[in-house]
């Protein structure tokens, strides 16, 4: 039997009976601080000014927004779902270089719309969360400016690729030349020409692969597991397109719309169904890539996973196959012994002598606002309830912390689906909580314990059912090996979001 996520329930909803007993009520002023400025905080900037909040302060971090592409500028960094669709619904741009456009384009899109909306006057950069206590119905922040604030709504968007994740290399400190997460690529350090190891086989790695194997001398790609290859068309707008798109915006709109169709069809609802007659066409995809790309029967042994493909996050690529098969690159197999200070000795003993060393070995997915210390009502402290693994109620509130929500926060979808989507609509049902706040419903909201329950209950019978629990290692993959995902359908996503279900809701 399938299981569905918890439905709106028609009588349930927020409807415009509960208005009756509220009107002629004065709106309330609300407060709502977000935290963090990459693109779910600016999204959320800007839909809340839209809907009429204006008292409304973002902090940042780091001296400059943009997140995820303002953090990642290694060479070859770029998107790798449609470059239409990862936008803002709101903001289409005509302006995207290729399908998949780069990094930099990326980080100045968000600049500009953030810019166009306003949104980055609200920014007090520079400025970490580091507490958040809810006192007498309202949060109370601290600042790493030692700033004291206060928020009747707080919305968290730290993001889930923010925190890195360093591997335990016997030695690494010892490393005598330059040694970098992809993540914090440091530009002056020269890599043309230069002995270059890049560790790990995740998209970022196979981006920097592909973008440094004609610069370098030698290129050794440490691999300890081989990653299933979806090939790429990213082709390049010609100016033509650009044109067309910037004088007939609607030609965007309806481009954005069937690539999402066709997104969903093809790959998110077949990542969910292990049996589908989608992920065979994955499958058959990505097999034909490795056979038909690889000539050297050897090399494309070592490339073959031993999983199914799509159990991890798939990498897309339009010429990893050709750049590790360049005569400077190495595809190194055997387990990394330790880093020696000239470079990387393997298990069957060789040294790899680099003058670089890259470590392209991903983010602490589960690690979502921590360490910022989380207080709600009663002392209960959030890092104490996700001691286990990080939960939350349709992905986006936590019971027991009210006016609490989060964008990209625990289980959202994944299977390579657009986070820029994900984050528009939980905040189009946060945004739907917060009118309910403003308008005297309610002074708090939080999920129940019992709705929490039965939805992670569920999320975890239905996880049964996805590709990400046919047997590999992921970071998808909580303690209990359980995917940390959205096990439905995407469809189930947005209608679960349509409309928040108050009957799951403590309302005080
Ligand atoms: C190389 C790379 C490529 C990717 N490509 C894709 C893709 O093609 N498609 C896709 O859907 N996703 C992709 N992702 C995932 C990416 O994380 C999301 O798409 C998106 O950028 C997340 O935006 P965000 O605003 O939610 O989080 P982030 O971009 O991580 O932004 C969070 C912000 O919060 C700030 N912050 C954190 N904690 C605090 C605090 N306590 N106080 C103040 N500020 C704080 C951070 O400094 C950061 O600016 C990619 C990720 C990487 C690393």
């Known amino acids: 039997m399938r299981v ?44 809340l000014q839209k809907q009429g909040y204006h008292d409304v302060v973002l902090y940042e971090k780091a001296d400059r927004l943009g997140g995820t592409w303002r953090d990642n500028s290694y060479p070859g960094v770029a998107c790798d779902i449609p470059s239409h ?24 899109y968000v600049e500009r719309v953030a810019a166009e909306h306003g949104a980055d006057r609200c920014i007090r950069f520079s400025e970490e969360v580091t507490h958040c206590t809810f006192s007498d119905g309202r949060w109370l922040l601290t600042t790493s ?58 998209s970022s790695a196979v981006q920097i692969v592909s973008a440094l194997v004609d610069r370098v001398a030698k290129l050794a790609l440490f691999q300890r597991t081989a990653q299933w290859i979806m090939p790429q068309d990213n082709a390049v707008f010609s100016a033509e397109d650009k044109q067309t798109f910037r004088s007939d915006p609607a030609v965007m709109t309806k481009m954005r719309a069937g690539i999402a169709r066709r997104f969903i069809e093809r790959f998110s609802d077949a990542v969910v169904d292990r049996g589908s007659a989608q992920l065979q066409v994955i499958e058959d995809t990505c097999r034909n890539n490795l056979e038909t790309q690889v000539h050297d029967p050897a090399l494309r042994e070592r490339l073959r996973p031993s999983y199914r493909v799509a159990c991890k996050r798939l990498v897309i690529s339009p010429d990893f196959y050709q750049a590790i098969q360049k005569p400077s690159a190495q595809l190194v197999t055997d387990p990394i012994e330790r880093v020696e200070p000239t470079g990387v ?164």
């Not at 709106?27 to 990459?38: E, K, S, T």
Request: some cysteine.
């Open 85 to 108: 669709f990862y936008s803002y619904s709101f903001a289409p741009n005509p302006d995207w270089s290729r399908q998949y456009s780069p990094g930099a384009e990326i980080l100045a």
């Open 145 to 202: 400016r030692e700033r004291n604030d206060v928020a009747d709504v707080l919305i968290v968007a730290t993001g889930v690729t923010h925190h890195l994740n360093l591997p335990k290399l016997a030695g690494l400190s010892s490393f005598e030349g330059a040694c970098f997460h992809s993540a914090r690529w440091d530009h002056d350090v020269a890599v043309d020409g230069r002995r270059v190891g890049v560790v790990g086989t995740g």
């Open 4 to 47: 569905v996520p918890p439905r709106v329930s028609r009588a349930s909803q927020a409807s415009p009976e509960w208005r009756k007993h509220v009107s002629g009520t004065a709106q309330r002023q609300l407060r709502i601080v977000i935290v963090g400025a990459g693109l779910s905080g600016i999204m959320a900037a800007i839909k």
């Open 345 to 508: 000795r393997t298990r069957d003993g060789e040294l790899h002598e680099l003058d670089v060393l890259v470590l392209a070995t991903g983010f602490r997915t589960d690690r979502f606002m921590r360490p910022m210390q989380v207080v709600g009502p009663a002392g209960r402290v959030l890092d104490e309830v996700w001691s286990s693994r990080p939960s939350a109620y349709l992905t986006l509130a936590v019971p027991g912390f009210p006016n609490l929500f989060m964008l990209n926060g625990p289980n959202g979808p994944v299977g390579n689906f657009p986070l820029i989507e994900v984050a528009e609509l939980q905040m189009s049902y946060i945004a739907q909580l917060i009118d309910l706040l403003r308008d005297g419903v309610c002074r708090a909201l939080s999920p129940s314990q019992s709705a929490s329950a039965a939805f992670e209950n569920a999320r975890v019978q239905a996880a049964q059912n996805t590709v990400w629990t046919t047997g590999c290692a992921s970071w998808y993959l909580d303690d209990r090996g359980v995917p940390a995902t959205w096990p439905w359908t995407i469809a189930q996503f947005y209608a679960a979001l349509a409309k928040p279900d108050l009957s799951a809701y403590e309302l005080v």
